[in-house]
């Protein structure tokens, strides 16, 4: 099981952030949490997902693979999807497989934050 923290930002134009902080292993076993997670943030019109791996340790093809659908939808509906704080351990898998390329990586929760477009205006 993976515990999703969860917090809300709002930027000065209304638009709503969601950082979620998975709290395990982002595997075949849970990665089917997260991705319900970020299905959930989508359908609620939130536009800017950004995902904080700081605790999780590993990371396989089936938590990648989940993150790039998490991208992909984020997309479709014009937002943002940012991943930050990706764990020493998790950070090797998406360096050999190339993904720390594909996605928008940021050192820390707040650099992601602060990028995402117009200034934030409170934490909810």
């Given at each position: 099981?993976?515990?999703?923290?969860?917090?809300?930002?709002?930027?000065e134009?209304?638009?709503?952030?969601?950082?979620?902080?998975?709290?395990?292993?982002?595997?075949?076993?849970?990665?089917?949490?997260?991705?319900?997670?970020?299905?959930?943030?989508?359908?609620?019109?939130i536009?800017?997902?950004?995902?904080?791996?700081?605790?999780?340790?590993?990371?396989?093809?089936?938590g990648?693979?989940?993150?790039?659908?998490?991208m992909?939808?984020?997309?479709?509906?014009?937002?943002?999807?940012?991943?930050?704080?990706?764990?020493?351990?998790?950070?090797l898998?998406?360096?050999?497989?190339?993904?720390?390329?594909?996605?928008?990586?940021?050192?820390?929760?707040?650099?992601?934050?602060?990028?995402?477009?117009?200034?934030?205006?409170?934490?909810?």
């Amino acid at each position: 099981m993976v515990n999703i923290d969860q917090k809300t930002y709002t930027t000065e134009d209304g638009n709503t952030i969601m950082v979620l902080t998975p709290t395990s292993r982002l595997d075949i076993t849970t990665t089917w949490q997260l991705c319900l997670k970020l299905k959930e943030c989508i359908s609620e019109y939130i536009p800017h997902i950004i995902v904080n791996l700081g605790q999780v340790n590993f990371i396989d093809s089936f938590g990648l693979t989940c993150l790039v659908a998490g991208m992909r939808d984020t997309s479709k509906v014009r937002g943002s999807f940012r991943i930050c704080n990706i764990h020493p351990e998790a950070k090797l898998m998406f360096e050999k497989t190339m993904m720390d390329n594909v996605f928008e990586v940021f050192e820390t929760e707040d650099e992601a934050v602060n990028d995402v477009p117009r200034s934030i205006a409170s934490e909810r």
